[in-house]
């Protein structure tokens, strides 16, 4: 049994507060409009995963610095630090002059 099928039964139609857009849209916004304000929820969502991320960090920086605490002198020397050194791993300038010194290789 089959249903008889009218042509205009298979128009696309668009409702009248919506457009169509064919591809040739360009969706790069104006130079020097100002973003869209964001709401308190998004903001509020962002800060505590920024939160929960700089705590991991946290912990993931205070077991590496026990893990080399426990390391030998010798075992420091091999990777190159000495055990004075062991409190400065994560400060970005001690980093930076510590890759400077070692040349390109």
Do not use: C, H
């Amino acid at each position: 049994m089959s249903a008889p099928l009218a042509k205009a039964d298979f128009v696309f139609k668009l409702a009248t507060s919506q457009t169509y857009i064919d591809d040739s849209y360009d969706p790069t916004p104006n130079v020097g409009a100002q973003p869209a304000p964001r709401g308190l929820l998004r903001q509020v969502a962002d800060g505590l995963a920024a939160l929960t991320q700089g705590i991991r960090n946290w912990a993931d920086q205070q077991t590496t610095l026990s893990e080399m605490a426990m390391m030998s002198d010798r075992e420091l020397a091999d990777i190159g630090l000495s055990r004075g050194d062991v409190p400065r791993v994560f400060d970005p300038s001690f980093v930076a002059d510590r890759a400077g010194s070692r040349g390109p290789y």
